[in-house]
């Protein structure tokens, strides 16, 4: 019975991934695999470059590499800023009337898996320093394994 009933968890947590009406920032978890981060890479191509360049280091916008955060950081905060727009008057549009909300779970699981890649020329940090609650402190072999994946997903 404990076993069905985790397997039911699995699918509805699997339905819930690509359920696009059903995803909120309460919902949205952060996505991993080298196929929604090379989607997320070009919606953010798509969308987001103009503010943040193309390496995320920030331009009008802030850079989005480090562990500084206007907003909050992590999926929860990162997808919220996305689909409802960054701080009165500061210019980041809500993005949910054109991205569908699986779109934003993707590019903001791209712009979290850019933590630590220290583009040249970076803007300063903004915000306040976020640390994932139970996450794991960010270390050199973690940034070897986001250059690998973002790398991987290059297209030229």
């Given at each position: ?64 590499t ?10 929860k ?19 949910k ?60």
């Amino acid at each position: 019975m404990v076993a069905e009933m985790e397997q039911s968890d699995k699918q509805v947590q699997e339905y819930l991934k690509n359920a696009p009406d059903l995803m909120d920032k309460e919902k949205v978890t952060l996505l991993t695999d080298a196929t929604a981060l090379a989607e997320g890479k070009k919606i953010f191509e798509s969308n987001c470059v103009a503010c943040h360049r193309p390496d995320a280091g920030g331009a009008i916008g802030p850079n989005l590499t480090d562990k500084f955060w206007i907003l909050g950081g992590g999926i929860k905060n990162v997808f919220n800023t996305i689909s409802e727009g960054g701080r009165s008057g500061k210019g980041m549009v809500p993005w949910k009337e054109s991205l569908k909300p699986t779109e934003i779970q993707k590019v903001a699981s791209y712009v979290l898996s850019l933590q630590g890649s220290n583009p040249k020329d970076g803007k300063p940090a903004e915000g306040d320093e976020w640390v994932e609650e139970g996450a794991a402190p960010l270390t050199e072999a973690t940034t070897e394994v986001v250059e690998t994946v973002v790398n991987s997903t290059k297209t030229e």
